[in-house]
């Protein structure tokens, strides 16, 4: 059986590739915080497209 990949899993594969701007890193670190504190250890497959658009919607200090 295969184990479930997590959020945090693919969120720190995501920051780990290379070609990433050491600042861009930090911002990205700083707006997934929160949301890796709530669904960290979630795995991928359950977590849906509109939790993460209204989490994203919800970081006021940003603009994407």
Not at 37 to 45: M, N, P, T, V
């Amino acid at each position: 059986m295969k184990s479930a990949v997590t959020l945090a899993t693919v969120t720190t594969e995501f920051l780990e590739r290379s070609g990433l701007a050491p600042s861009t890193r930090e911002t990205y670190e700083l707006s997934l915080g929160l949301l890796l504190q709530k669904y960290g250890s979630w795995s991928i497959e359950i977590i849906s497209k509109q939790t993460l658009v209204e989490y994203l919607n919800n970081l006021s200090h940003l603009k994407y």
